[in-house]
């Protein structure tokens, strides 16, 4: 069963119609990226799937249950994580005081909070700016205390939107890998980004949303390929066989199979 179903999703403003009929679902441990022209749709269809915007017509299924008109706090609580485009990091907390925040409405006892912020600040490389104060944090340091305090309320599923929006190269490759890691710790990943050569070099699945509709849904390979998208979205300019072998490397480096092997085979 699908983590994630949107289904004939349709959102109906006064003088246009957004979204028209838009399906796509996530599954567990998959990496989903929606893609799509500024006016496409595509935040639209993102922001239903979030809660941050209500469907006209269609459904949003999480893990079996209707959420469709659930509100973005009830939809957190069930295990849907989401991490918004602009900075929300709590500026004037300290950055293990940002984890605290969320922690305290976990249902685990004092020690297993402390354990587990201890356990999340030392995965995201954060344990030596645990006292620093989140808002003099870097650009990548703030995206990374982020995503840790994502993880702090235990998700299934996280939509990030616009992850490598504003930020440098390094940074962008980082937080590839960081999206990567959580998909090999079981974790699904839908997001969205205008950066489509980091996105498709990341992403297991992909849908193109043009017009309010679903142009092409497939891996990178599929949707560059695909004729409608190339004429529509991509263009003519896009070095295909260069992103595929990218992505073929991107994927082989954080294969969840490579860190079952030997270190010497691993490192090959």
């Given at each position: 069963?699908?983590?994630?179903?949107?289904?004939?999703?349709?959102?109906?403003?006064?003088?246009?119609?957004?979204?028209?009929?838009?399906?796509?679902?996530?599954?567990?441990g998959?990496?989903?990226?929606?893609?799509?022209?500024?006016?496409?749709?595509?935040?639209?269809?993102f922001?239903?799937?979030?809660?941050?915007?209500?469907?006209?017509?269609?459904?949003?299924?999480?893990?079996?249950?209707?959420?469709?008109?659930w509100?973005?706090?009830?939809?957190?609580?069930?295990?849907?994580?989401?991490?918004?485009?602009?900075?929300?990091?709590?500026?004037?907390?300290?950055?293990?005081?940002?984890?605290?925040?969320?922690?305290?409405?976990?249902?685990k006892?004092?020690?297993d909070?402390?354990?587990?912020?201890?356990?999340?600040?030392?995965?995201?490389?954060?344990?030596?700016?645990?006292?620093?104060?989140?808002?003099t944090?870097?650009?990548?340091?703030?995206?990374?205390?982020?995503?840790?305090?994502?993880?702090?309320?235990?998700?299934?599923?996280?939509?990030?939107?616009?992850?490598?929006?504003?930020?440098?190269?390094?940074?962008?490759?980082?937080?590839?890998?960081?999206?990567?890691d959580?998909?090999?710790?079981?974790?699904?990943?839908?997001?969205?980004?205008?950066?489509?050569?980091?996105?498709?070099?990341?992403?297991?699945?992909?849908?193109?949303?043009?017009?309010?509709?679903?142009?092409?849904?497939?891996?990178?390979?599929?949707?560059?390929?695909?004729?409608?998208?190339?004429?529509?979205?991509?263009?003519?300019?896009?070095?295909?066989?260069s992103?595929?072998?990218?992505?073929?490397?991107?994927?082989?480096?954080?294969?969840?199979?490579?860190?079952?092997?030997?270190?010497?085979?691993?490192?090959?």
């Open positions: 069963m699908s983590l994630l179903q949107c289904i004939g999703l349709v959102k109906q403003y006064p003088s246009k119609r957004a979204v028209d009929d838009v399906s796509f679902h996530v599954e567990p998959e990496i989903v990226g929606l893609l799509g022209p500024n006016g496409a749709g595509k935040s639209t269809s922001s239903m799937a979030v809660g941050l915007v209500t469907p006209t017509q269609g459904r949003v299924i999480f893990n079996g249950v209707d959420v469709t008109r509100p973005l706090y009830k939809r957190a609580q069930h295990g849907m994580g989401y991490l918004p485009q602009k900075d929300s990091v709590f500026g004037k907390l300290s950055v293990e005081q940002n984890l605290y925040a969320v922690l305290e409405f976990q249902p006892s004092y020690r909070r402390m354990a587990r912020a201890d356990e999340l600040l030392d995965m995201f490389g954060l344990t030596d700016k645990r006292k620093q104060t989140a808002g944090l870097s650009g990548g340091e703030r995206r990374r205390c982020e995503i840790a305090r994502c993880l702090a309320s235990d998700p299934k599923l996280i939509l990030l939107d616009e992850p490598f929006t504003g930020i440098d190269p390094v940074t962008i490759h980082s937080i590839q890998d960081m999206i990567a959580l998909r090999n710790r079981g974790i699904s990943i839908l997001f969205t980004d205008h950066r489509e050569t980091e996105t498709l070099t990341l992403t297991d699945r992909n849908y193109i949303v043009f017009a309010g509709h679903i142009l092409a849904n497939g891996d990178a390979e599929t949707v560059l390929r695909d004729e409608k998208a190339r004429m529509h979205y991509f263009g003519d300019r896009f070095d295909i066989d992103i595929l072998r990218a992505r073929d490397a991107f994927q082989r480096l954080h294969s969840p199979e490579r860190f079952d092997l030997p270190p010497d085979q691993a490192a090959a």
